[in-house]
């Protein structure tokens, strides 16, 4: 009796941790114009795992070094760790820049690449942003829906950006995709 409890307990600790992260909300996927924005970011090789802290030594630095605090960080993931081995995945971890920010960032004296997101067609979702959690909620539930809706619509591959948006806590995510011919 006691190893039912026990095992009821964890199922609801479980489920109550997948549902505060964001894991029985609604996917919804749609295509719109996005991008424009200018971030500073590390190139990563390895496992996708590395995000978080690549980021927050970004927004370490940008804070700390150059008196500019940022609200988002962005991860930029250009290959599918199901079919690349995780030595050999490549992304870029960084921190996106606020509009009034810009002109303050020298790129002569930043450690760090900076670069201006192309402005496109993606296919995009959105997901409540509570902790680690709702990263691996998303990675479960997100990816999927946006690979179909690719799928569906006659849509290309291509990488993809999560934009940790702390201010607004959520997590927007974008597939860079081009139209088949």
Do not use: W
């Not at 942003?129 to 999927?144: A, E």
């Not at 993809?160 to 860079?176: G, S």
């Amino acid at each position: 009796m006691i190893y039912i409890i026990i095992a009821a307990i964890i199922v609801i600790a479980i489920l109550g941790i997948y549902a505060y992260s964001g894991g029985f909300s609604t996917i919804k996927v749609r295509t719109e114009v996005a991008g424009g924005e200018v971030i500073v970011y590390k190139e990563v090789k390895g496992s996708y795992k590395q995000t978080p802290d690549i980021t927050n030594e970004v927004y370490y630095y940008l804070l700390n070094e150059l008196e500019i605090e940022t609200y988002k960080g962005i991860g930029i993931f250009y290959d599918n760790p199901k079919e690349v081995e995780e030595t050999q995945l490549r992304s870029e971890s960084g921190c996106i820049i606020e509009a009034g920010d810009v002109e303050r960032l020298n790129p002569d004296k930043c450690k760090y690449r900076i670069q201006t997101l192309p402005t496109d067609t993606v296919v995009t979702a959105e997901l409540p942003f509570k902790g680690k959690f709702s990263i691996i909620v998303g990675f479960m539930k997100v990816y999927p829906a946006i690979e179909k809706y690719a799928r569906a619509h006659n849509m290309g591959d291509g990488p993809i950006v999560e934009i940790y948006d702390v201010a607004n806590k959520k997590i927007i995510y974008r597939k860079l995709v081009k139209l088949k011919e």
